[in-house]
Each structure stands twice: as structure tokens, then as C-alpha cells.
């Protein structure tokens, strides 16, 4: 049996179904955008504290507010974006099951909802990287197409997971847990320099790592990130979006009666 | 004239599976295959549709009416037999089928009018006559949860014929609407017919099927047991009741 094809204006699809994601989430919050921002600020505010006061820290010389930002922004934007789209096609079984829509779009259009919060914070970040009396510089211009490959990257991973999701429904939980583990290997709140030498490998191939670095090879030493980083970003971003693409294919035609 | 949707042979079997959903039932599934029970919501079924025809599906709740619907959207795939489709296809086939509760229904209308085809002019040239049609402009900045189910209805057909589909295919729903509504769907549907558009209604109101379809397919446990003119066919089917 072949698939019905559908036919119609792809930008205009996306547009409807982020807007709707962002509305729902925000249209019973008397704060509304704000939440995007409380949840950054605490953790930066404790982690401050907790690193600058507390315990020791290194990275002395940079300001630490904006250090622990660069990593909770890529952070915060990979939990909600997989978490989100895994579980996407589940809750959408009304559309599933329902209402022709091109499958795929549904994870994609979750991780792409999720860019909304994404430019809050990250306009918070350049903000206080500006107060912090950090100028910008021309290397700024590498951001956009580092998220453009972590928002690839993050795409791929939620077309699988939201596959899989549907066959087997304890997966959430394991991202869950991944999720857990993640948030210390992922190097938050400590530097790229503490990382003992036979680990530094692990940490480039890791792209949220990855990812973090290149924030902080930008926003706090003002140079470009390293050509090698660059290329972990793209490999791993065209890897996870052939492969998400790839199971979510063999495992749709069958959503329906799963769902 | 020609075809606009054919089923032939179609069977579609679905296997009992609640609640196993969980990894220990799929590595079941890989250690002994195809042991589950399958059910078979459609055995054999074959018909077809001339364009500017309208078929309309009866028969008992799990008869296989909505199963029909479904594989003809494209939402599932049969197992055997082939279905063949030409042109767009919209479907309605469940109350509020798309609608967010929380959005408004003008949000609403134009999420589902991209997900139906429409492109952004297409939506912008069309929106006031889907709201006059709709009949629910009053309400069209309050949230969908505080719309009626006939409310409901009118909204999501209006978006539905603005679609322009070739093949509109429709479960049950429309029996919500009021007969003020009845009567515009079915002059919707007269205009349709002369377009050369084809239309699938599944319904237990034998007096809407009448009204709207010249043909009709009576099912039985997901087999044919009669299809013919409609007055033929209703008439045999509320003889066996």
C-alpha cells in the first residue's frame, strides 16, 4: 500500500502549529513569557552561588553568571526539545489518528515551538553578556549557524524517539534518566579547562557539550570555535537527522493502530 | 466520467492489543510473532465512486463504517486489496477532529485550515465565507471549550468544504448540527455533486443518508451485505431492523 501524499503550503502548516503550541502554553499564565525566563534566572542565580560562594570554582577570570548560561541555554533547549518531541506523536493522537497531516511534521513542529522559549533566553544571555561589559565581536555571526545545526541535530533525535515512543512507551522514562545524566556531563557549571585530558575526546564527540564550548569560545574569549568542534556539530547533526528520519519512516505506517 | 475513489478488495485486520505498550511486549513480539489475535474490521470490501457521486456507509457500531473512512483518508493502510483516490481528499471525522479546546475558533479555524491544504491566500480569501457559512462569528474570539457540539460541527465543515476537496469524506458529525445547519450542508453538498465532487458519509440517521447520497453501502462485521440506490438499500436495511 502506497502512502496518500499530502499537498499543501509547508511554512504555513509549521507557523500554525508553533503559534498553537505557544499559545497553549502561555494563554493560562498570568506571566506568561516571562516563565521562559524564571526558570534560566534561578539556576543561574543558584549555580552563582552555589560555585562563586559556596564550593571553589575555576573560570575566575569570566563572569560567572554568563559562563553558567552558556551552558544551561543549550541545556534547557535539548530537555525540552526532546521531551516535547518524543513524546509528540503520542499526544497528538487526535491528529494521528484523525486528520491527514504529514507525520514527521508533528516532532519537528515540537522542536521548533521549543525555539521560541530558545530566543527568549538567549536574548536574555546576550543581554547580560553585554552588561557584563563583554562586547560583541564578529564572531557572533557563527550562532546562528550553530543552533541551525543543533536544531538539526535535535530534530533528528525527536523524529526517533517519537517513533519508538509510539511501540514502546516506557521510552520517555529512559530520556528521563538520560536526560539526569546529561546535566552533569554536560559541562554546566564547570569548564572545558578541568576536564582531565583522556576525557576531552568524549566531551567534543558529545554535541551538547560541543555545543556549549563553541557558546563559550564566542560570547566569553571572543574567538571563533575550532574547525574541529565544527565538524563534530555537523556530523553529528546530519547523523541524528538521517537516522531519525530513517526509523521514523519504518515505524509510521503502522502509528495508527498503535496509537 | 471519471473515478474518484475505488476500494477493491480491500481487508484490514487490527490485532487486540490494549495496554501493551510497554518494551516487554515488543520483545514478546519479536520471540513469537503474529501470535496476538487479529480482528477484521473490513473483509473483502470493493466499490467505486464516480466523481459527483455520494455514497453514503450504514450499518450496526463496529460495522466497519468509520475503518472505510479512515483507510479512504489515508490514515491507515489496508492489508490486502488496493484503494485508489484521485484528487484532494478532506476528511471530518470525529467531533472537534484537530480543534484545540483552549484555542479560540479563529485560532482554530486557521491551524486546521493548514492542515487541510490551505495555503496562507488561500485562508486569507477565504476566511469570511467559512465564518458566514459557519454561522459562529459571535463566538469566534471565545475558546472552542465553550462552543456546542453543533457549534462545533458547523466550524470544522465550513473549514472542510473551504478545503475545495475532490473526495469529502464525512463520519457521523453531521447529525449534530440543527436543520437550519442540515439545510446548508445539503445545498453545500447539491453544489458539490454539480462540481463533480464526491462525497462518503457515514451515518446511522437514515433519513440524512437519504437526503444526501444517491448510493449507499450497507455493512455488516466489516462485510458488504448490500450496495445499491439509497432508497433501495435504507429500505431493505430498516426491514432487517
Same mark, same amino acid.
Given at each position: 500500500m502506497k502512502e496518500r501524499k499530502w499537498t499543501g503550503d509547508y511554512v504555513f502548516l509549521f507557523e500554525n502549529l508553533i503559534l498553537k503550541d505557544f499559545r497553549i502554553r502561555y494563554r493560562?499564565?498570568?506571566l506568561g513569557i516571562l516563565w521562559s525566563l524564571i526558570n534560566p534566572l534561578v539556576m543561574m542565580t543558584v549555580m552563582t552561588f552555589l560555585f562563586g560562594r559556596v564550593l571553589g570554582r575555576d573560570?575566575?577570570?569570566?563572569?560567572y553568571p554568563v559562563f553558567v548560561l552558556c551552558g544551561l541555554v543549550p541545556f534547557n533547549f535539548f530537555t525540552g526539545a526532546l521531551m516535547t518531541g518524543a513524546t509528540s506523536i503520542v499526544d497528538n493522537a487526535g491528529l494521528i489518528k484523525r486528520v491527514l497531516v504529514p507525520r514527521e511534521v508533528i516532532p519537528v513542529a515540537a522542536v521548533l515551538s521549543n525555539c521560541v522559549h530558545l530566543l527568549i533566553q538567549f536574548g536574555l544571555l546576550l543581554l547580560l553578556t553585554v552588561g557584563f561589559g563583554l562586547r560583541p565581536n564578529i564572531y557572533w555571526l557563527w550562532l546562528p549557524a550553530i543552533w541551525a545545526l543543533y536544531v538539526m541535530f535535535l530534530c533528528g533525535l525527536a523524529l526517533g524517539a517519537s517513533a519508538i515512543n509510539v511501540y514502546v512507551r516506557d521510552t520517555r522514562y529512559v530520556l528521563e534518566s538520560f536526560n539526569m545524566v546529561l546535566f552533569w556531563l554536560v559541562p554546566i557549571f564547570y569548564?572545558?579547562?578541568?576536564?582531565?585530558e583522556k576525557y576531552v575526546k568524549l566531551y567534543q564527540i558529545n554535541p551538547v557539550a560541543a555545543l556549549v564550548f563553541a557558546m563559550r569560545h564566542i560570547l566569553l574569549e571572543g574567538i571563533a570555535p575550532p574547525m574541529s568542534l565544527m565538524l563534530n556539530l555537523t556530523i553529528a547533526a546530519s547523523v541524528a537527522l538521517g537516522l531519525g528520519l530513517a526509523i521514523f519512516h519504518r515505524l509510521k505506517p503502522h502509528f495508527y493502530e498503535y496509537i | 466520467m471519471a473515478t474518484a475513489l475505488r476500494f477493491d478488495h480491500v481487508t484490514k485486520t487490527f490485532v487486540h492489543r490494549a495496554g501493551q505498550m510497554l518494551l516487554r511486549d515488543r520483545l514478546l513480539d519479536l520471540a513469537r510473532p503474529s501470535k496476538r489475535p487479529r480482528f477484521e474490521a473490513l473483509k473483502d470490501v470493493s466499490f467505486s465512486l464516480e466523481a459527483g457521486e455520494s455514497l453514503g456507509l450504514i450499518g450496526a457500531n463496529g460495522a466497519g463504517k468509520s475503518t472505510i473512512l479512515n483507510l479512504a483518508t489515508g490514515l491507515s493502510l489496508a492489508d490486502q486489496g488496493s484503494i485508489d483516490v484521485n484528487g484532494r481528499v478532506t476528511a471530518l471525522l470525529e467531533l472537534g477532529a484537530g480543534f484545540h479546546y483552549d484555542l479560540t475558533g479563529a485560532e482554530n479555524l486557521r491551524v486546521n485550515a493548514a492542515m487541510m491544504g490551505m495555503t496562507r491566500q488561500q485562508v486569507a480569501e477565504r476566511v469570511e465565507s467559512i465564518v458566514d457559512f459557519s454561522g459562529v462569528r459571535e463566538f469566534l474570539?471565545?475558546?472552542?471549550? #465553550?462552543?456546542s457540539a453543533g457549534m462545533t460541527v458547523r466550524l470544522a465543515f465550513s473549514v472542510a468544504v473551504a478545503a475545495d476537496p475532490d473526495v469529502l469524506l464525512v463520519d457521523? #458529525?453531521?447529525?449534530?448540527?440543527d436543520q437550519q445547519f442540515y439545510a446548508k450542508c445539503l445545498g453545500k453538498i447539491r453544489e458539490f455533486q454539480t462540481q463533480g465532487k464526491t462525497i462518503v458519509l457515514a451515518s446511522h440517521s437514515t433519513e440524512l443518508i437519504t437526503m444526501l447520497c444517491q448510493r449507499v453501502l450497507w455493512l455488516e462485521k466489516g462485510r458488504v451485505r448490500m450496495q445499491g440506490s439509497a432508497e433501495e438499500v435504507v429500505a431493505a436495511y430498516k426491514a432487517s431492523a
Open positions: 493560562n499564565m498570568s573560570a575566575r577570570d569570566q563572569p569548564s572545558f579547562s578541568i576536564i582531565p | 474570539d471565545e475558546p472552542m471549550r #465553550v462552543y457521523e #458529525v453531521l447529525g449534530l448540527g
